[in-house]
C-alpha cells in the first residue's frame, strides 16, 4: 500500500515538473518594427532563450543535418521584402558530440533579425509566416515553430509614420520627427482657451514685477524656460517611475479642482476691489536681500500653475505624445515633451523681445483698474468651471447644466453693465469727459460690452436645452439638466428592447452613475450608450455590428469639444445609431473595483483600483494610447478593425469622422 502512496505521490511530481516545464517556453519570442523613411522598414524579431538552452542560428551548418534555424514567409508577400534576412547577436560555437562532432553556431543569451520591407505609397500589408527553430535542451535536440504576423502601412502624406491611425497619431521615425510634432502640439496647445485665457493675467504680472524694460525680459525669459523645464521634467518621470494617468489623475482630482475654484475666487475678488494680495513686508524685504533668487522661484513656480491648470486643454496634445514616445524608447518622451514646452511657451518668450507689450500696460490710469475689473469678472467664470470638475466627480448637483449658465450669464451680463459704466465699483476713477463736459463711453469699451452681452443673450436658450456649441466644453453636460425641450421625443431606442430574439439587452452596469454625463446629441437622437465594455461588446456580437468605443472623461474639454461639433451632425448620428454599438468609457469615473478586478498594470505602471483605471489600461492594450477623446473600433470579440484610434483634431470636421465611420463598416463587412 505504502508502494503505491509513494508511486502516487512521484507521478505527481513528475506531472507537476512537466506542466511547469510547459508554462516556461524555451524560448521567447519578442516583435518590433522601425522606419527609416520613403516606405522602407525593418522587421525584428527578437528570440530570448530560457536558462540552460542553446538556440541554434540561421546560419547553414556545415554537415547534412538540419538544425538550423529558418525563417519562412508568405510566398504573397515576398515582393516587399528587401535584401536577406540579417543576424545580430553574439555566437557561441563548439564541436557537439551528439551531432557527430559537428560545429555548431548557437546562442545562450539573445538574438535578433532583421528583415528590410519596402512598401510603396498606399500600400498595407500584413506580413505572415512563421520560424521554425532548433534548440538543444541537456543532451537532446528539439524544434519548435512560433507564428509571425504584423500589419505594415505605408502612406505618402504621412512619411512619419510606421502605422498610420486614423486619428492621424504619428509614431515618429526619429527624435527630430517627435521635436518637430512636439514643438506643433505646443503651439496648437497655446491657442486653447485654457492657455490662452491665461495670457492677460501673465501680462499684469511681469509688468507689475519689471521696474524696467531689462528686467521684464529677464523675467518672460526665464518664465518661458520655466514652462519649458517643467515639461522635460514630465517627460523624464514617464520615461522612469511615474505612472502615465498620474497627470490625469491630479487634473480631475475633485481636492485639486475645488483647491483651483478658490484661487480664482480669491483672486477675481482682489482685482474686483474687494481687497489686494500683498506679500508682507518681511518678505519683501527677505527677497530684497536675496537678490532675485526669491523673485525667480515665484516665476518658476507661476510657471508650474500654468502647467497644471491647462492640463484639461492640452491634455490630449501631452497624452497623445507620451503614448507615441513611450514606444520608442527611454529618450523620446523627454524629447517629445521638450518640444511641447518649447512651442508652448514661444509665444510667452516672444514678450521679451518686445517689452513695450508688456510694460504698456503698465501706466497709470484708469484703465488699468477697468482692465482688472474685467479680469476679474472672467476669474469668477472660470472658477465655476472648476467647481463644475468637482461637482461632475463627486456627485453633489450643485452646478448642473442650467445652475452653471445661468451664473455666466449674470456674470456676463454684469460685466456688459459695468464696461457701460452702469456699474461703479470700489476702485473705479471718473469716465472722461467729451467736449460738453458729459462723461462718455470708448468705442472699445461700448465694442467689449457688446461682445459681453451678446454672449449672454447667446448662454439664455441653453436653459432649455440648446446645445451651445461655443461653449459646450466648458459647461456641464446635457444629462445634468432637469429640463430640455429639444430631446423630448418618444422614438424607442433602436436594437436595445430586451427579451427578442437577436436583440440586445439594454445598458445596465454604470448607467444610473454615468447617463447624465451623456451629450446633448445622444440624448437628442435617442442614442443608446453603454457605459460597460464587457456588456458592449455582448451587444455587439449579438446585433452583428461594430463597436465603437468612445475613450472620454467626465472633466475632459476636448470630448465635450468633439461631441458638440461632430456628434451633433446628422448623418453622425444616423450611423453611430443604426450602424454601432457605442461604448463610452470614463477614464476618469472613480468607482472602486471589486477586489478579484484589482491588479498592477505594467502599461500603466500603476495599480488599476477604479473603474477608470481599468478603462486607461484598456486603451493602452488596444492602441498604446492615452488621452481622451480617442474613438477605438472593434468587433465583437474585442479584435481591433483599424489599427489606433480617431483622436481630437480642431482641424477635421464631421465630413472626415463620416469617412471614417463609412470605412470601418467596410471592415467590418468584409471581416463578417
Not at 37 to 45: H, Q
Not at 621 to 631: E, F
Amino acid at each position: 500500500m505504502i508502494k503505491y502512496k509513494l508511486l502516487s505521490i512521484f507521478s505527481c511530481i513528475i506531472l507537476s515538473l512537466s506542466l511547469t516545464a510547459q508554462v516556461q517556453p524555451p524560448v521567447q519570442f519578442d516583435f518590433e518594427k522601425q522606419t527609416s523613411g520613403d516606405g522602407e522598414y525593418v522587421l525584428t524579431i527578437k528570440a530570448v532563450p530560457a536558462k540552460g538552452i542553446h538556440l541554434f542560428s540561421i546560419k547553414k551548418m556545415s554537415g547534412d543535418l538540419p538544425v538550423n534555424t529558418t525563417i519562412h514567409f508568405d510566398s504573397a508577400i515576398v515582393k516587399y521584402l528587401k535584401d536577406s534576412i540579417v543576424e545580430i547577436g553574439n555566437p557561441k560555437t563548439a564541436l557537439d558530440a551528439s551531432l557527430n562532432n559537428l560545429v555548431t553556431s548557437f546562442y545562450v543569451d539573445s538574438v535578433k533579425w532583421q528583415q528590410k520591407i519596402q512598401l510603396l505609397p498606399g500600400d498595407s500589408i500584413r506580413i505572415k509566416g512563421s520560424i521554425n527553430y532548433y534548440y538543444k535542451n541537456g543532451e537532446s535536440i528539439e524544434s519548435g515553430e512560433e507564428p509571425v504576423s504584423m500589419q505594415f502601412k505605408y502612406r505618402k502624406d504621412a512619411p512619419a509614420e510606421l502605422v498610420a491611425n486614423s486619428s492621424g497619431s504619428l509614431q515618429a521615425k526619429s527624435m527630430w520627427a517627435l521635436l518637430l510634432a512636439g514643438i506643433f502640439a505646443g503651439l496648437i496647445g497655446f491657442l486653447t482657451p485654457c492657455v490662452y485665457a491665461l495670457v492677460p493675467i501673465t501680462i499684469s504680472f511681469f509688468t507689475k514685477r519689471s521696474k524696467t524694460k531689462i528686467q521684464g525680459k529677464k523675467n518672460a525669459l526665464f518664465y518661458s524656460i520655466s514652462i519649458i523645464l517643467i515639461y522635460t521634467l514630465v517627460g523624464a518621470l514617464v520615461a522612469t517611475v511615474l505612472p502615465k494617468n498620474a497627470l490625469n489623475n491630479l487634473s480631475t482630482n475633485w481636492i485639486f479642482n475645488v483647491f483651483l475654484f478658490l484661487l480664482f475666487i480669491i483672486f477675481g475678488a482682489s482685482f474686483l476691489g474687494a481687497f489686494e494680495i500683498n506679500l508682507p513686508a518681511s518678505w519683501s524685504n527677505k527677497i530684497d536681500s536675496k537678490a532675485g533668487v526669491g523673485s525667480y522661484s515665484g516665476i518658476f513656480f507661476m510657471a508650474l500653475t500654468l502647467v497644471i491648470v491647462s492640463f484639461s486643454c492640452t491634455g490630449n496634445f501631452v497624452a497623445s505624445l507620451l503614448g507615441l514616445s513611450t514606444a520608442a524608447g527611454t529618450l523620446a518622451p523627454i524629447i517629445g515633451m521638450f518640444g511641447f514646452g518649447f512651442g508652448l511657451a514661444l509665444p510667452f518668450a516672444i514678450f521679451a523681445f518686445f517689452p513695450s507689450m508688456l510694460s504698456s500696460l503698465g501706466k497709470s490710469g484708469g484703465w488699468q483698474n477697468a482692465l482688472k475689473v474685467v479680469l476679474g469678472f472672467l476669474e469668477l467664470a472660470l472658477a465655476l468651471k472648476f467647481l463644475s470638475n468637482a461637482d461632475l466627480d463627486k456627485g453633489w448637483r450643485l452646478l448642473d447644466r442650467e445652475v452653471f449658465i445661468v451664473l455666466w450669464v449674470v456674470i456676463f451680463a454684469l460685466l456688459g453693465m459695468y464696461l457701460l459704466g452702469k456699474l461703479q465699483l470700489k476702485n473705479d476713477s471718473e469716465r472722461p469727459k467729451n467736449d460738453f463736459g458729459v462723461q462718455y463711453v470708448s468705442v472699445s469699451r461700448l465694442f467689449l460690452a457688446i461682445l459681453s452681452l451678446s454672449f449672454a443673450v447667446y448662454l439664455v436658450p441653453g436653459l432649455w436645452g440648446a446645445p451651445l456649441k461655443a461653449v459646450s466644453a466648458f459647461v456641464p453636460p446635457m444629462g445634468t439638466q432637469d429640463f430640455n425641450a429639444i430631446g423630448n421625443n418618444s422614438e424607442t431606442p433602436v436594437n436595445v428592447t430586451p427579451g427578442q430574439p437577436g436583440l440586445a439587452k439594454p445598458p445596465q452596469k454604470y448607467v444610473a452613475d454615468l447617463k447624465k454625463y451623456e451629450p446633448g446629441a445622444a440624448i437628442n437622437n435617442q442614442l443608446v450608450i453603454y457605459y460597460d465594455y464587457d456588456e458592449a461588446l455582448a451587444a455587439s456580437k449579438a446585433l452583428h455590428k461594430p463597436l465603437m468605443i468612445d475613450f472620454t472623461g467626465i472633466q475632459c474639454v476636448n470630448c465635450r469639444e468633439f461631441e458638440s461639433k461632430i456628434w451633433i451632425d446628422p448623418e453622425v448620428g444616423r450611423l453611430m445609431k443604426n450602424d454601432f454599438v457605442v461604448a463610452s468609457l470614463f477614464s476618469d469615473y472613480n468607482a472602486e473595483l471589486p477586489d478579484e478586478e484589482k491588479k498592477f498594470s505594467p502599461l500603466l505602471n500603476d495599480k488599476i483600483e477604479t473603474v477608470g483605471d481599468k478603462y486607461e489600461d484598456l486603451q493602452q492594450r488596444l492602441i498604446k494610447a492615452s488621452g481622451q477623446p480617442n474613438y477605438v473600433f472593434v468587433d465583437g470579440d474585442g479584435k481591433l478593425l483599424i489599427d489606433g484610434g480617431y483622436g481630437y483634431d480642431a482641424t477635421k470636421g464631421a465630413k472626415e469622422f463620416i469617412a471614417h465611420l463609412n470605412k470601418v463598416k467596410q471592415l467590418y463587412k468584409e471581416r463578417n
